[in-house]
């Protein structure tokens, strides 16, 4: 199941200009997902972590 939240860009660039420190955060996060997922880190037990991990992925 995917989950998100949208917002109409006007909207959301209104509030972000507003909010600063929202706006550093919201590009945080985006920021380290994109990151993850470049780098084939996508799983979210293996964050902040530079062991493998030894859980199996149940895709295969």
Request: a negative charge; glycine letters at 0%; aromatic letters at 0%.
């Given at each position: 199941t995917t989950r998100y939240v949208a917002w109409p860009k006007g909207v959301?660039?209104?509030l972000l200009k507003r909010n600063p420190t929202m706006?550093?955060?919201?590009q945080?996060?985006?920021?380290?997902?994109?990151?993850q997922k470049l780098s084939g880190n996508s799983n979210p037990d293996?964050?902040?972590?530079?062991?493998?991990?030894?859980q199996e992925s149940a895709s295969g």
């Open positions: 959301l660039a209104t706006d550093v955060a919201v945080s996060v985006l920021s380290t997902d994109l990151i293996q964050k902040n972590s530079k062991e493998p991990s030894t």
